[in-house]
């Protein structure tokens, strides 16, 4: 027996002393020729530049992970791949109830995931700037919490959630893509808050267009000095990621969490989504709080889930409600539908855009639905420059970046602040130049005559959108982000639906606009839209 003790310590003492098995390293390599054969891109904004991120280091991003990861095998991913990967929420929760997933080993699953594409030189889409270093411990945690209390298989408990890297968070920098941000630290947004109240895990932020794409013009969709060039997984470097939440679309379409939060000012979720084929909310303005989220415009701004399916959009987004006193905008709203009620499209009025018919999709779509039972208006407004458009985001931003850095501890307190820090080394800074934000800098526009322009907007957006009434509609359809100016001044809801995919394999998109306060609406007719043509495919190479 003696014997038996001193085997069981010797054991115990190899199996500690044992060096832990190295993750592969992250390893930045010659892009030269990359660069040069993007050059021959048909697309100006995909000649790129740069791809890979000059100043951060997935290594380290991964470092608190190492033992974790290596002790998970790829025979135990591929075990518990079919409970996770394309799966709903309800799905993911019952497979946890089930004893196939624990909350701990879904979050090991996205860690490992990411891992495994982001250190692969021909697969990485560099999507992730940051991860949550006590991700694991929580997710532990919430494992413990489970097995005392009843987990509602409709919850964001426990889900791994990716978050754009302009929304405020503790544990990780606030970078809004920009290296004048680097070393944001922060509290806790808003909306993170409710996320976590629900009892959500914070599993990191996203790359995204530099500054939510109000900082270059005509640069690449997805690029950012800090994260590098977003990929899109359905063709790298050959679709467009769409942006400013390019990131958020990435890894939701690769499946690097259960879902992911992005931003809106005017088609930052809607671009995105339709290009990387997943389900985005942009809510009407006010919905959802702003506060603590880097801003373009407190006039037209806002967060919204990023899904891979309708179900998973109506539960994030019910997580994130909540009115916040400090945001001026912020609203309450008086009818919140508990479940999904999955209406059927037969009877709904539905308007249609004349002059996208030519989109054999779309059309073919559009027959579609017809046939399912709906009333089809077809539309033709009398289209606007919408005047001004530019110069409410100029105005806006020069009053609400500022506001916001005064919060930070961060040296720029201003635009021209961080035109004069790019300045100091643009080559990584800025390499696309900073034309909008030195646009920013000389519009003169006084705050009265802004107030004008925002009316004059507001009202040029309701007009267009004059058929809700006068057809009484349930919505109306659109491609991808194609009507998404006319919804931002507005301030009408947008909601995003895979669509199908061109011959060339790039998605596209149904979008359904909506009425003030009518998400839980639209969230209804996407579902029973995706029910009637379930579209989405999990990119190719990422299965």
Same mark, same amino acid.
């Given at each position: ?40 891109? !048909? ?86 700037? %940051? ?6 411990? !929580? ?38 893509g920009a290296l004048a941000l680097q070393n944001n630290n922060t509290q806790d947004a808003f909306i993170v808050k409710q996320l976590k109240k629900e009892g959500a895990l ?7 267009? !530099? ?86 415009? %407190? ?57 996208? #018919? ?132 507005? !301030? ?22 909506? #009425?003030?306060? %009518? ?25």
């Open positions: 027996m003696k014997n038996y003790y001193l085997l069981l310590i010797l054991l115990w003492f190899i199996a500690c002393t044992q060096p832990v098995k190295e993750l592969k390293s992250f390893k930045k390599y010659d892009e030269t020729s990359e660069i040069a054969l993007q050059k021959e891109h !048909e697309n100006a904004r995909m000649q790129f530049k740069l791809i890979q991120s000059k100043v951060l280091d997935m290594n380290e991003v991964f470092m608190p992970f190492q033992q974790e990861l290596s002790n998970f095998a790829e025979d135990e991913y591929q075990k518990i791949s079919p409970f996770i990967l394309e799966k709903t929420i309800p799905s993911i929760q019952q497979s946890i109830k089930d004893g196939n997933l624990s909350y701990e080993k879904l979050t090991l699953f996205y860690l490992y995931r990411i891992h495994k594409f982001e250190s692969n030189s021909t697969k990485y889409l560099n999507a992730i700037i %940051s991860l949550n270093p006590s991700i694991l411990d !929580e997710a532990k945690a919430k494992d413990v919490y489970a097995k005392k209390n009843k987990i509602d298989n409709e919850s964001v408990f426990g889900m791994p959630i990716l978050l754009k890297d302009n929304i405020n968070t503790q544990k990780m920098p606030t970078t809004a914070i599993l990191g932020k996203v790359n995204l267009s !530099e500054w939510a794409y109000y900082f270059c013009s005509g640069c690449p969709l997805g690029y950012s000095s800090v994260g590098g060039q977003t990929l899109n997984p359905y063709g790298r470097k050959i679709f467009e990621t769409g942006g400013s939440s390019a990131g958020s679309g990435v890894a939701t379409a690769a499946n690097y969490a259960v879902a992911t939060i992005g931003t809106e000012t005017a088609g930052s979720i809607t671009s995105p989504s339709s290009l990387n084929s997943v389900v985005g909310l942009k809510p009407t303005i006010g919905v959802l709080s702003r506060g603590g989220i880097v801003p373009i415009s %407190s006039t037209l701004d806002t967060p919204g889930p990023m899904t891979k399916n309708v179900t998973d959009n109506f539960i994030l987004f019910k997580a994130l409600l909540g009115c916040d006193v400090q945001d001026e905008k912020s609203i309450e709203l008086s009818d919140i539908d508990t479940s999904l009620k999955e209406t059927s499209l037969k009877g709904k009025r539905l308007g249609v855009f004349t002059s996208l #018919l030519t989109d054999s999709i779309y059309k073919k779509t559009i027959t579609n639905i017809k046939n399912a039972g709906v009333e089809i208006i077809e539309i033709s407004p009398s289209q606007t420059s919408l005047k001004g458009f530019l110069t409410l985001l100029n105005i806006d931003m020069k009053h609400d970046l500022p506001a916001y850095l005064e919060s930070t501890k961060m040296s720029v307190k201003s635009v021209n602040d961080v035109i004069v820090f790019n300045k100091k080394d643009s080559l990584v800074r800025a390499p696309y130049g900073q034309q909008l934000f030195e646009g920013i800098v000389n519009d003169s526009t006084s705050i009265a005559q802004l107030t004008v322009i925002k009316n004059q907007l507001k009202n040029e957006g309701i007009t267009y959108f004059n058929a809700f009434k006068a057809h009484s509609l349930d919505a109306i359809l659109s491609i991808n982000n194609y009507h998404a100016a006319y919804s931002a001044v507005a !301030e009408y809801p947008n909601l995003t639906v895979p669509m199908g995919y061109k011959n060339n394999g790039e998605p596209i998109s149904l979008t359904f606009i909506g #009425l003030p306060q %009518s998400e839980f609406k639209l969230l209804s007719l996407a579902k029973a839209y995706e029910t009637l043509q379930p579209i989405r495919k999990l990119p190719e190479n990422y299965k």
